[in-house]
């Protein structure tokens, strides 16, 4: 088995469900970046190369080193989607904050 670990982030939504299942299938170490409160039971009965890091919904000022550290790979799937009816006063400034400000490495 290959020891690359890639880290996916938004790994609970569509996309990301689907890829960790594929990267798992073919010998990939896997962690899951998704939100405090985000389920997580879509991941339930995955191997052991399969871990799961939960970031706070809003306001993580944290240290990331530990998630990246030894990952071979971070594939960026995580950001604001699926807004039918905006409320946001400044929706593009809403979008950056929960898609790439939330994961500054």
């Known amino acids: 088995m ?9 790994a609970n939504g569509f996309i990301g469900q689907h890829l960790c299942r594929k990267l798992l299938g073919s010998g990939k170490r896997v962690t899951a970046c998704i939100r405090e409160g985000a389920d997580a039971a879509v991941f339930s009965g995955l191997s052991d190369s399969f871990s799961v890091f ?9 240290d990331l080193s530990k998630l990246f550290e030894n990952a071979g790979v ?6 604001r989607a699926h807004v039918m009816r905006e409320s946001a006063e400044e ?4 979008f950056e904050e929960q898609t790439y400000e939330g994961l500054k490495i």
């Open 91 to 94: 929706p593009l400034t809403e």
């Open 74 to 79: 971070v594939i960026h799937l995580a950001g």
């Open 2 to 10: 290959s020891e690359t670990r890639v880290v996916v982030t938004g």
């Open 54 to 62: 939960r970031l706070p919904s809003s306001g993580f000022e944290g």
